[in-house]
């Protein structure tokens, strides 16, 4: 992007572990619409809300795999340049 602007994608990975529920793809299901609804927004440090892109879940293995993206813009602070300092000038006519 222009100047100190950039463009940040951060993916995220959960994994959940049911361990042993007497109906494991009933839970899964479950938690994975918790996530799907969850997700959705998160809330920054400033109050800011970033909403989760490609939000997506797979269950392999009777484990539960859910993905999702935030993206934003970031400014870098600007660099502070030490102050020039004083200067004096003479000018001279003629």
Not at 3 to 19: A, F, K, T
Not at 23 to 36: F, P
Not at 39 to 56: A, S
């Amino acid at each position: 992007m222009v100047g100190r602007r950039y463009y940040r994608s951060i993916g995220m990975y959960i994994q959940y572990l049911p361990g042993k529920p007497k109906q494991l793809n009933r839970e899964l299901y479950r938690v994975s619409d918790v996530l799907t609804d969850g997700m959705e927004t998160i809330t920054l440090k400033n109050g800011d809300l970033l909403r989760g892109t490609n939000r997506c879940s797979k269950i392999e293995n009777g484990i539960l795999n859910f993905f999702v993206n935030y993206n934003l813009f970031v400014i870098k602070p600007a660099e502070a340049t030490p102050d020039m300092g004083e200067i004096e000038a003479e000018v001279k006519k003629g």
